[in-house]
Each structure stands twice: as structure tokens, then as C-alpha cells.
């Protein structure tokens, strides 16, 4: 249910027993909303499937190069400090001993369908988040906010028994979206935690305006200008005023502190861009690597624009250069964006249009050590013909044969010949930072998919 200024709600009447009464008496099941977020969730899932990792400080990387990123850090090497977002080099200097994986995305997307069958066993209405998180609404399947308390020890306890015993997680319960991610992320680390208007005050009021999901630096110095300095002065600040000031985000902001549901669970959805990139494991001597590269990262983001079947109406592409002065790494780039003049959904296009960018902004003698591309202002796909076709195409049934084949036996078990000399580490699979659409989780080895 998403509510707006002026609609009444029966959200701020919830109470840790669950039942909601209305102003009129009449008792109402409330509405009930668990979020899950597995811990530390790469490296966890290396140690549960090396039990000699377990215990040891571990990073999962992209890129065993010294100005690699650790995208995920076990529990032990946040105790050192190691956080996710760590540079190679500068966590081998906290901890010399430090175990660094290249990352696997094939398992962690296999973790996460054992973990989602489990969750679909409590209720169909699930938003996958991301590879580690989602959101499930209970309304309907517990009586109260104690019941999914209970429910979310018994998710807990089937995952470390049916998925993996060195698996954790935090959940938070709450009757909107919003307080039960907050409470998921304010919990300890394997617990839940459950949020209800009785005990806002207590684990909202004291908190700083950044720890609330959605609010950054930019925004908080702007709330600053109102004399907010902490989630407790947002919930009492006057609504009309954020109004006045901010508009819909302005009630947004106060609503989700208040306890008052504006977005619900969301199911399959369409995502907003679709994008690869990779930092180069070796030096390009020419324009060859790169442009196999390029073609690599195309391949993959036209494979799922055409999964999902979508076209997209804009294209961008960067890159970065190294500092010849400090050593090889980014230092500067360019890069740009375009808006075709007719939808694009084949690889061949995706590819000449980015490479199009490409080497009309690399500098003269310039060769990259970084390529990212995005396909944007995705739309469901329409098969009209072209009147005056641009330029050569692949055909549509040679495009669909292609993918059919390497959906069925493996990624590029079928390969253009412009990716002849690259290897298993140019260009590998990953999964990303950001957060992935929204999809059932038949669908998560698709989604899940950066």
C-alpha cells in the first residue's frame, strides 16, 4: 500500500503484538514486512566451501593487481579494518597475511537460489534486492510482529542447516519496507531486530541522519540548513514544511521515519541500465586489447538486454588512463554518451556504437587500462523493421541461435572471432555493487547477472 500527505494509515498504530486497531475499534492483521541480508556474504560463502578459509581473514577481489578491489570482506578482516572498497595493496598493509580469492560469481549465485527456495517457502511475494538481500511481506502468513520474530530464527536456522553452517544473516521486521531494511542494518550482525511505532524512539531517534537508508552527505547538509541533525528531529519535524521544501521526497523522508508505508514489496521489474566494465589484468601494447575487450563486455550486456527483451535507447561509455608519472593505474579518462537514432538490441550495434565513442575521445596514442559501458532508457522491445536499415546487422535468428546455444552450454561457448586471445581473466563474470532488479527467484541466475 503506498500512502500520500493527507491519506490516513493504520501503520502508527502498530505494536510489538501485532494486532492494529483503527480508530473505529475494528481490529486489522498488520501489515508485516521482513528484510534479510546475508553477512559479509562473498567471503562467507568462500569459507563455507573452504573450511580452512573460516576464521582467517579473507577479501573476495576483482582483480588479483595490486590497485585491485576488494569487493567483499569476510568478519575477521573487518576486525582489522579491512572494509570492502579496500585497494589490494592497502590491505596488505593492515594485514600482510590477508587471504585474497578472485571472485566466483557462479557460487554465489548457486548460494542464493538455495537461500531463495527457502524464502519462497514462507511466501510468494518476495523482491530480490540484490544477490545478498530481499524483502518478503508476511501480511497475511504471521498474526504478529512476535510471530515473525520466531519466523525469522526459523529462516535463520534453515539456511545454516540446509545451505551452509557458515552462513549468516540479519533480518529486520518492521510494518513498512523502509523501517524493516533500517532495522536489518542497524541489527548485529546475525540477529534480527524488530521495529514497531512503540520503539521508533529508541532506535531511530538517536541515530544520525546518514544512517538512514537513502539519505546521503548532500542530502543530510541540506536537512542541516533545517536545523536537522538526527532521524529523532526528522520524525517530529512538521510534514508541510519538508513539503514546502522538498516536495514528495520531502514527505518520502518523513513517512519512512514515521512508520508509514510509501513503497511495498516489489516484484519482477525492468531495470534502468544494463552495464559491464573491467580494470585491464595486463597492458595493452595496441588498440587490439581493448577492442577485444570492448567486444567482450558488449557481448554480455546485449545477452541480457535480449533475456529480458528490452531495447535501449542510449548508450555510454568510459574509460580510464594510466598515470605514466605514478605507475599503472587510473588516473584520468573520458568517454561520453549517445542516443542512437533507432533503438539498438544486437551486439554488433552496441559494439560499433561504443567503439565509436571510444576513438573519437581517446586521446591521439592513447591506449586505456579501463573500459566501462551502459546501455540506458531500457524499453520493453518492439520488433519493428527499420524502413532504412544503418549500416550491417546481424540477423535476428542468427542473433537468437547464438544465445540459445550459449544459454543452453555455457557463456560464449560460441564467440565472435573478436574476442580471439582473450582469456578465462579478461572480462570475467561478476556481480556487481549496485542493487539488481527485482525478479522471482526462478529467475535470479539472470538477474543477478552484472
Known amino acids: 500500500m503506498t500512502t500520500t500527505p493527507g491519506r490516513s494509515t493504520s501503520s502508527p498504530l502498530l505494536n510489538s503484538g501485532g494486532a492494529a486497531s483503527s480508530a473505529s475499534g475494528v481490529v486489522k492483521m498488520p501489515r508485516v514486512?521482513?528484510?534479510?541480508?546475508?553477512?559479509?556474504?562473498?567471503?562467507?560463502?568462500?569459507?563455507?566451501?573452504?573450511?580452512?578459509?573460516?576464521?582467517?581473514?579473507?577479501?573476495v577481489v576483482a582483480t588479483m593487481t595490486p590497485n585491485g578491489c576488494i569487493i567483499a570482506s569476510s568478519i575477521e578482516a573487518k576486525a582489522k579494518g579491512i572494509k570492502t572498497g579496500f585497494?589490494?595493496?592497502?590491505?596488505?598493509?593492515?594485514?600482510?597475511?590477508?587471504i585474497l580469492i578472485p571472485n566466483d560469481a557462479a557460487k554465489y549465485r548457486t548460494v542464493t537460489g538455495g537461500i531463495m527456495r527457502i524464502l519462497k517457502t514462507y511466501t510468494e511475494d518476495i523482491e530480490l534486492y540484490s544477490i545478498d538481500e530481499a524483502f518478503l511481506d508476511l501480511t497475511g502468513f504471521v498474526r504478529s510482529f512476535d510471530d515473525a520474530d520466531a519466523m525469522?530464527?526459523?529462516i535463520r536456522h534453515r539456511i545454516t542447516r540446509e545451505v551452509g553452517e557458515w552462513l549468516k544473516c540479519s533480518i529486520g521486521v518492521a510494518p513498512t519496507r523502509w523501517l524493516a531494511k533500517f532495522a536489518s542494518d542497524t541489527a548485529p550482525k546475525g540477529t534480527t531486530l524488530v521495529l514497531h511505532t512503540g520503539n521508533l524512539d529508541r532506535h531511530l531517534d538517536p541515530c544520525r541522519l546518514t544512517d538512514a537508508w537513502g539519505i546521503a552527505h548532500a542530502l543530510e547538509r541540506r536537512l542541516n540548513l533545517l536545523n536537522l541533525y538526527s532521524l529523532g528531529d526528522l520524525r517530529r519535524y512538521p510534514v508541510e514544511n519538508l513539503l514546502t521544501v522538498f516536495g514528495i521526497l520531502g514527505y518520502e523522508l518523513w513517512a519512512n521515519v514515521n512508520g508509514i508505508e510509501f513503497t511495498s514489496v516489489q516484484g519482477q521489474r525492468l531495470p534502468k541500465s544494463i552495464g559491464h566494465s573491467h580494470v585491464f589484468a595486463k597492458k595493452a601494447t595496441s588498440l587490439e586489447y581493448p577492442k577485444a575487450v570492448l567486444a567482450k563486455l558488449c557481448e554480455k550486456a546485449g545477452r541480457r538486454?535480449?533475456?529480458?527483451?528490452?531495447?535501449?535507447?542510449?548508450?555510454?561509455?568510459?574509460?580510464?588512463?594510466?598515470?605514466?608519472?605514478?605507475?599503472?593505474?587510473?588516473?584520468?579518462?573520458?568517454?561520453?554518451?549517445?542516443?542512437p537514432p533507432s533503438p539498438i538490441v544486437d551486439t554488433r550495434d552496441i559494439f560499433t556504437a561504443a567503439w565509436n565513442i571510444l576513438t573519437g575521445d581517446l586521446p591521439r596514442g592513447a591506449l586505456?587500462?579501463?573500459?566501462?559501458?551502459?546501455?540506458?532508457?531500457?524499453?520493453?522491445?518492439?520488433d519493428q523493421l527499420e524502413l532504412?536499415?544503418?549500416?550491417?546487422?546481424?540477423?535476428?535468428?542468427?542473433?537468437?541461435?547464438?544465445?540459445?546455444?550459449?544459454?543452453?552450454?555455457?557463456?560464449f561457448t560460441v564467440a565472435r572471432g573478436s574476442f580471439w586471445g582473450l582469456n578465462e581473466n579478461d572480462v570475467p563474470d561478476r556481480i556487481g555493487f549496485r542493487k539488481t532488479v527485482g525478479v522471482d527467484a526462478d529467475d535470479i541466475i539472470l538477474s543477478a547477472r552484472t
Open 305 to 339: 538486454l535480449r533475456a529480458l527483451d528490452l531495447e535501449a535507447h542510449g548508450l555510454w561509455l568510459g574509460y580510464g588512463l594510466p598515470d605514466r608519472l605514478r605507475g599503472w593505474h587510473e588516473q584520468r579518462g573520458g568517454g561520453g554518451a549517445i542516443t
Open 368 to 382: 586505456p587500462n579501463y573500459l566501462a559501458m551502459t546501455l540506458f532508457r531500457l524499453r520493453p522491445h518492439v
Open 87 to 98: 585497494r589490494i595493496r592497502d590491505a596488505r598493509a593492515i594485514d600482510p597475511r590477508i
Open 152 to 154: 525469522s530464527e526459523e
Open 33 to 59: 514486512i521482513l528484510h534479510i541480508d546475508m553477512n559479509s556474504y562473498f567471503a562467507t560463502v568462500e569459507q563455507q566451501a573452504n573450511p580452512f578459509l573460516r576464521g582467517k581473514p579473507v577479501g
Open 388 to 411: 532504412w536499415p544503418r549500416g550491417k546487422k546481424d540477423a535476428p535468428a542468427l542473433v537468437e541461435a547464438l544465445d540459445a546455444v550459449n544459454d543452453k552450454y555455457g557463456d
